[in-house]
Structure formats: C-alpha cells, structure tokens
C-alpha cells in the first residue's frame, strides 16, 4: 500500500508509529505531543489536533501525518537553529542587555529560528531607538546559512543623529507668558547642559508628565476650566528637528467663598476643619484640596478606617468667577490589622524590621501608629526605601494585612575620609563597618586614622535592642595618638588608650537617654617642638593622666530618615564628668539639626552645635580635651582642626569652648528626577573655637561658603565640597577640597 496524506480516512486501529525527517529534536518530543498512541483507533480529528499540536512547539517549520497501511508516519522539516546573534553599528544600547532581552523573546543561540519572531524584533528595536530620538535609524536582519541547519542572525544599524527638540511653541495662553510655562516643562531646547540632561530629546511619556505639569500649575491658581485641546509634534525632512505646539484654553479664574463638609466625620468635624488647608477669599488651589485631602484620610486612618473615602465637589458661579468647595466624607469601614509581613529584606531579618513596629497585629488599624513604623525602621539607615502597603484579606471586610516593603542598601562599607591642601598634601581616615552584621541588627566596626597630625584605631560594637524592650548597649576599645597642628613641624604626640561602655534607655518613640563609663589614659609624650601649652601641662601634671569619665546624654530623633532626611529635627546632647583619677572635668556638647522640605525636590538642612568644657576641684580644663574646629563636621574651607587659639611655637590646640552653624540647601542632580541618592548642595558655615582666658566675639568667627555633591554610594554616604572662606584671617590654614565617606553634616 502506498503512503497517503492523513486526510479523509475511515477510522482504524493503530499499529505503529514512525517519524521522518529528524535532526536535532528527540523523537520522545513528537510522541509526548501526538494525542494518539497505538492500539488507539486513529480519526481525522485525532489528526488535525496532532498537526496544531506539533505545530504548537515552535520546532517545526513543516509537519505531515502520512497512512502506510495501519502505521501512522509523521514527517517533519526543523527549523534552523540560530548559531549566534551579531548587532553591528550598536552603540545606543548596551549589546549584551540587548542579547539577553532578544532572548528572552526567542531570539538566541540555541534556539530555532523564526522568522516571524525576528521581524517583529526588527520593529522592536526601531521602536526603542525612537523613543532615544533617533528618528533616523534603520535596523536590517540579515540571515546567514552556516551549514547543519543553522543560521546566523544579524542586525546591522544605522543610528544616524539625535533629533533635538528645535521649537516648543504654546498656543491660547493669556493670563501667563510662554517662557514661565515652559518653565514648567521637563522638555526643551537645547542648553548648555542638556548634553547630560537628554531634555531636549522628545518622548511622549515626558510631554505627558509635562502638560500634567502645565494642567497643576493652571489649577493651582484659579483656573478650574483650564484644558489641554491638543498636541502636534512634527519632525523636519531630515529627521533631527523636532517642533511640539501645546493648544490649550485657560478658562476664567475662580476664587473660593467657603469650604463646606458633608457626609459622615464621626463626629469630629471640629477637628477635622482644623485640617483644611484651602483658604477662602484666595484662587482656588488643587495642590491645597489635594493636600486637604490626605490629611482627612490619615485622620480617618487614625480611627481605623484604612479605606475612607473624601470627595471633592466644586459648586461654580461663572458669572461670579467664584467656587464654593464641598468635601463628602465616607469613613466606609472600620478594620483591624490581621498579619504584618516584611517583603524585600533579603539580608535583615524580619525580627529587625519587626521590632520597630508600633502597629500590632490583631489591633484595629491605626495610621498614626503605622507612620511612626515607617518611620522608625527608615530610621535604622538599613534600607533606600521603606514603603507601607495595605492590602483587604480576601473575603473579610474588616481585615487588611499590613506590608513592609524595604529595599536593602550595603550596610557593610568601607568609610573613606581625605582632604588635600598645599602644606598636608594628603590625610586620610578609613574603617570598616558593617552597621547590620549578619542582619541582626547590631553593629561593628574597626576604624582607624592614618592622617598627618591624628592617628586612631577604634574597635566600636552596638546591640540597639541588648533587652526586649529596646536598651541598646554599645562598647568601644580604641588607640589614639594625636599632634595638634604646627607649623614648625613637630615629633611629640598624645598616646591615649581606652574603653567604654555605654547604654541608651528609650523613654519615648522619639526620645533615648545614653548613660555609661569609661577609662581612658593620656600620655604627653615630648619631643622636639612641642607645644608651649603642653610642654607646661605636662610639666605641672606628669606626662601621664588617667581618666574615669561618667557620660549622660539625651537624643531625640524626629527625622523621616537617618539616610537621607527631608524633613523633621535631631537633636544630642551630651556631657562627659570625669570623677576620679587624675583628672577632673566637664565636658559637653549639644547639637540641633532641622530638616525643612520646600518641595518634594529641594531641602533645607540646617545644623548648629555648641561644646563647653571647664576643669574642677582646683585643676584645669586637661588640653587633651579640647574641642577643634575647622574641615569637615565644622566649617569647611578651612583645614581640619586649625581653628582657635594658637600657642607661641605655632601650634593649634583648641580651646575648651565651640561653635559652628551649618546650612546646606539640596538640589537633585540634573537628569536624576526626585532621585534623593545623589544630590547636588550648596552650604554656608560659620564658627570657631575659643580659649578659657577668650571671650566669645561674633567678630572671631569665621565663616565659608561653598558648593557640593552628596551621593549614597555603595560604600557609605559620600560628600564631596568646594568651598571659599569669606572670613578669614591671616593666620587660617584654607583646605578649599574636601571630601568624605560616611558622614553627615
């Protein structure tokens, strides 16, 4: 009998089954796909299924059924196997990225080819270099038979030149000129700087964001009508100029009468129209019913009702030019916390994440408690972001479950500090830390300090809850040697061994008292040039001094962040009392730091600190505790520590007394967005050190100004400064480059 194609037949029983035309493929593949086996009684549906079937795998570019007598023959023809991927003339986009994704899709060494797959990855890759504004490029996929059914695939691209935004024009506008509405926008013409900030290259998803910028800036002053009409892009014949017309109509400007509630406020109403931030008799502005708003909802959130609803109505009076806004209040339900789940810690245990929450499971929601978790673990410095997600249990109304979503910085990192100047040349500071080791939580760390006039190692560790209810205890071991700065140059130094041991007691969510003791010795050990200051303590007081210092401190900690903080206050304060021993002493410190949002972008950080130190039972202030001012941590500019008093051999050695203000306004880096890990600043500090026999003179202070960059890098916060004293005397060490790692202000 001869073979036939598998159409139209009388049923029969299957005897064998046999497959032509393999290569590559195992036949295990075609049988595990043929909705048949023998013995089964074969009809032309069984067939036609089969076909779609082996079709279905994407192995086959031909596929027949044949009938030898009552033996099935399957005949397939492969397809070719891509041998490799080639792109030529990439340079827009990373080629192995581009490899991997094209992969993912079909497209890769290995599998079979199809052209199908190809061209649509053609169009895909065009698709992807318009949205980079290059209108001009052209991809060409070129295959290549290389023998034993296989090909090669390649791209070859033309990238051909950016198409730059030429012109962007705005139509019907009145009340504003087109310049202050284009400063609204994210997209423009060319600049000197959008070499790096691509904002003259055209994406709709940008002139989307933007005209929602334009619609905001119209409905923040009145304009409740306002509306975009349409949009037109055209590009130039040579595909490198583009030109975007915005037409809108503004509408009449409204002012708000009143502000009304409706609905249910639990009886609040009172307290909930202390809230509202629209003011009546001013243009209506949807940035302050929108920020009303929010806050209507943490206020229902405080009560338990996670899922309240505020409807904003807008009663107009066109003839008038007036609005009265209207708020419905739904409080909908009130729901409890059934589960809190930690997500995105792949390294911190979730008991570290857990133990800052002050919303319990198996309690009714409460939104004030649930912000002061966030809070409280953005606080641990472990996480770039923390964000809280609610989520309803399915089929229980009055349930939700609570979600920490963190994402885990390096916590382990190397902290790096240098400065230059023309008389040091190079000091440098290094240590390693690991602030959640192992992902418990604690902390250790071993630094040290290999500068010109300051060497230290110090072996620090911290356990921030060394009891369930949240006392933390710290212990240091540390060796330094020190020489204040001389400029005649100097071989004497302080050696000063020592340890402590300490404890922070939580009184309040924002509150810590620190108490502890320590033992540290000094030893005044001379050389040639010594300081006169040093040389006569050492003379009056032995070349050695030992030291038993109590410390007491306060902290209270009221920022939205440890990392990178936009708002809230911080504020230390700190006494060390040395009781016995050799010396006797008092010395203190307080500093207060204030973190002021303009917009969601810019910063305002404000920083001052002040330290007082005075000797008891008949015995100075010991010099080895004097404060330094000057560099990194005071007043940039000026060369670490140089600050204050000067003995007759040249030598700075600090004073028992200190101030030093700090601002710093950030900006994002151009092109970043709201990226708050890498920031542009621009600083003004002011201070000095004063001696017991000086008095505290305005006059005395000097002051720098500068600009900066602060980035969260992968081994700890970097600053980087340039700065320029603008007061300053003749005497000043000016150190204008500076820069550190693992420092704030």
Same mark, same amino acid.
Request: no cysteine; glycine share 10%; proline share 4%.
């Given at each position: ?27 295990? #593949? ?84 199809? *052209? ?98 334009? $619609? ?77 708003? *929010? ?38 339900? $009130? +729901?409890?916390?059934? $589960? ?102 604690? &902390? ?77 010795? #000094? ?13 006569? &303590? ?48 008092? *010395? #203190? ?12 972008? &810019? #910063? ?7 330290? &007082? ?34 003995? +007759? ?97």
């Amino acid at each position: 009998m001869h073979a036939t194609t598998a159409l139209a037949v009388e049923p029969f029983v299957l005897k064998d089954i046999r497959v032509e035309g393999l290569q590559r493929t195992d036949a295990g #593949t075609i049988f595990g796909a043929l909705p048949f086996r023998i013995g089964d009684t074969y009809t032309d549906d069984k067939g036609s299924a089969a076909l779609r079937s082996l079709f279905a795998t994407g192995l086959f570019t031909d596929v027949r059924l044949e009938i030898d007598g009552a033996v099935i023959v399957v005949v397939v023809e492969e397809r070719s196997i891509i041998s490799s991927v080639e792109f030529v003339g990439l340079k827009e986009f990373d080629k192995d990225a581009l490899s991997k994704s094209l992969k993912d899709v079909g497209i890769g060494e290995g599998q079979p080819f199809d *052209r199908a797959l190809a061209d649509r990855a053609e169009q895909e890759l065009k698709r992807q270099y318009l949205t980079r504004s290059l209108y001009g490029a052209e991809v060409v996929t070129t295959i290549t038979p290389v023998g034993r059914n296989r090909v090669n695939v390649t791209f070859t691209v033309s990238e051909g030149e950016v198409a730059k935004i030429g012109e962007i024009r705005i139509v019907g506008n009145k009340a504003f000129s087109e310049s202050t509405l284009l400063d609204q926008f994210e997209l423009s013409t060319g600049g000197w700087l959008t070499w790096y900030t691509k904002t003259d290259r055209y994406s709709r998803t940008k002139l989307n964001a933007d005209l929602e910028s334009l $619609r905001a800036y119209y409905l923040n002053r009145g304009y409740l009508e306002f509306s975009v009409d349409s949009t037109q892009v055209a590009i130039s014949p040579d595909k490198q100029s583009i030109s975007i017309a915005v037409n809108l109509t503004e509408g009449q400007p409204y002012t708000v009468t009143g502000v009304t509630l409706e609905g249910d406020y639990l009886g609040r109403e009172d307290e909930f129209k202390s809230l509202v931030s629209i003011e009546p008799g001013e243009p209506y502005q949807a940035e302050a019913v929108a920020e009303t708003t *929010r806050r209507f909802n943490e206020f229902y959130g405080n009560f338990g009702y996670a899922f309240a609803r505020i409807e904003p109505r807008t009663d107009i009076d066109r003839a008038t030019g007036r609005v009265a806004v209207v708020l419905v209040g739904e409080p909908s339900r $009130r +729901v409890y916390v059934r $589960r809190v789940n930690v997500a995105g810690n792949a390294r911190t245990r979730d008991e570290v994440v857990r133990r800052e929450f002050r919303q319990l499971e198996s309690s009714w929601y409460d939104g004030r408690r649930i912000k002061l978790s966030r809070d409280r673990v953005d606080r641990l410095g472990y996480f770039s972001e923390v964000n809280i997600e609610t989520a309803e249990v399915p089929g229980a109304l009055d349930q939700v479950d609570i979600t920490a979503e963190v994402t885990e910085k390096p916590t382990g990192n190397l902290q790096l500090g240098a400065g230059f100047s023309s008389a040091d040349k190079v000091s440098l500071t290094a240590g390693i830390r690991q602030e959640n080791i192992f992902g418990s939580g604690n &902390y250790l760390g071993l630094e040290f300090n290999t500068s010109k006039y300051n060497r230290s190692l110090v072996v620090s560790t911290v356990n921030p809850y060394f009891t369930i209810d949240g006392i933390s205890r710290a212990i240091d071991v540390f060796y330094r040697t020190a020489r204040p700065i001389n400029s005649q140059g100097s071989d004497y130094e302080l050696i000063t061994p020592g340890m402590a041991i300490r404890f922070g007691v939580p009184f309040s969510e924002l509150d810590t008292v620190f108490f502890g003791i320590g033992w540290e010795r #000094t030893e005044i050990k001379a050389g040639a040039s010594i300081p006169n200051s040093y040389f006569l &303590y050492r003379e009056q007081f032995g070349d050695t001094s030992d030291s038993l210092p109590l410390t007491l401190g306060w902290q209270r900690d009221g920022r939205d962040s440890a990392l990178v903080p936009t708002q809230g206050r911080y504020q230390r304060l700190s006494a060390e009392w040395s009781v016995a021993l050799d010396t006797r002493y008092l *010395r #203190t410190n307080y500093q207060i730091q204030q973190w002021v949002p303009f917009t969601k972008r &810019y #910063t305002l950080g404000l920083n001052a600190e002040i330290g &007082y130190g005075k000797g008891f039972s008949d015995r100075p202030y010991p010099i080895f505790k004097n404060f330094y001012g000057g560099g990194l941590g005071s007043v940039r500019g000026f060369d670490q520590g140089s600050l204050g008093p000067v003995d +007759v051999t040249g030598a700075y050695i600090g004073g028992n007394r200190r101030m030093n203000i700090n601002a710093e306004f950030y900006v994002p880096m151009p092109g970043s967005g709201n990226d708050r890990t890498l920031r542009l600043f621009g600083y003004v500090d002011a201070g000095n050190v004063w001696g017991e026999n000086e008095s505290i003179e305005l006059d005395s202070l000097r002051a720098a100004a500068g600009i900066g960059l602060s980035w969260i890098s992968p081994v700890g916060p970097l600053k980087l400064s340039y700065g320029q004293p603008f007061r300053k005397f003749s005497q000043d060490r000016i150190q204008k480059f500076q820069f550190q790692i693992g420092t704030a202000f």
